[in-house]
């Protein structure tokens, strides 16, 4: 498998710009999440999704974030509009109900910079 | 509610070192217990897990004891390598069927040659 899959790896924008990342999951997975990771406040969960439905959304910072999961193989996030203070690491992973340990795979990342 | 503490780092050792890094977890029940590793410029991989008390977990010659009593998965390699160099991250999946992992700050680990 190819592993989680994670688009763009770098994205620089413009204040007030959209943002859109987008992430393609392990195939067989049923569970996506999206987190994003900066210095300051490390490893933060902003939504996760099970069967393409939103479970928790309380990490998303406010209303200018969106995320969806119209199908089992694609899930996207967007910021709209960007801040110079959402420039971080956004990464996607997924996992499995039917799994032992339930272990998350995590993509690559997106490193948003946000001029 | 459930949570994960790590030790702060950075830890600098020299190569062929013993590493520890300590983690500590508040969780009611049996959760599920992992460490993560971040190398520079790449995501979290899973590098060891342990489900219930007294599971150790091991590879790449890292290893990490489920210890209940004292509410402990501690990370521990006895001889590190300049390539082991990376973040690690403790985390834990609750009891409670949420998915919502919790992980710990994450802890820098630089080894020099």
């Known amino acids: 498998d190819a592993g989680v899959i994670q688009s763009p790896r770098h994205e620089v924008t413009e204040m007030g710009q959209e943002v859109t990342l987008r992430c393609k999951p392990i195939s067989g997975h049923d569970y996506l999440f999206w987190y994003r990771q900066t210095m300051m406040r490390g490893l933060e969960l902003l939504i996760y999704?099970?069967?393409?439905?939103?479970?928790?959304d309380s990490g998303m910072p406010e209303d200018r974030f969106s995320a969806k999961m119209p199908n089992a193989s694609f899930s996207t996030l967007k910021i709209q509009p960007s801040e110079p203070r959402d420039s971080a690491v956004y990464f996607c992973a997924s996992t499995r109900r039917t799994g032992y340990y339930n272990e998350q795979f995590f993509g690559p990342g997106t490193r948003l910079t946000v001029l | 509610g459930d949570s994960v503490t790590q030790m702060e780092g950075p830890v600098t050792l020299s190569e062929e070192a013993f590493l520890t890094i300590n983690c500590t977890y508040t969780a009611t029940g049996y959760p599920s217990l992992f460490w993560y590793v971040q190398y520079p410029g790449e995501g979290l991989q899973l590098l060891l897990k342990?489900?219930?008390?007294?599971d150790k977990g091991s590879n790449k010659g890292f290893e990490a004891t489920y210890r209940k009593e004292t509410t402990s998965f501690h990370l521990e390699k006895g001889s590190v390598q300049v390539s082991d160099s990376a973040v690690y991250f403790c985390a834990l999946r609750p009891t409670s069927g949420t998915y919502k992992y919790i992980f710990g700050t994450g802890t820098r680990l630089k080894v020099l040659a």
């Open positions: 342990a489900t219930k008390a007294d």
């Open positions: 999704f099970n069967n393409n439905v939103p479970i928790d």
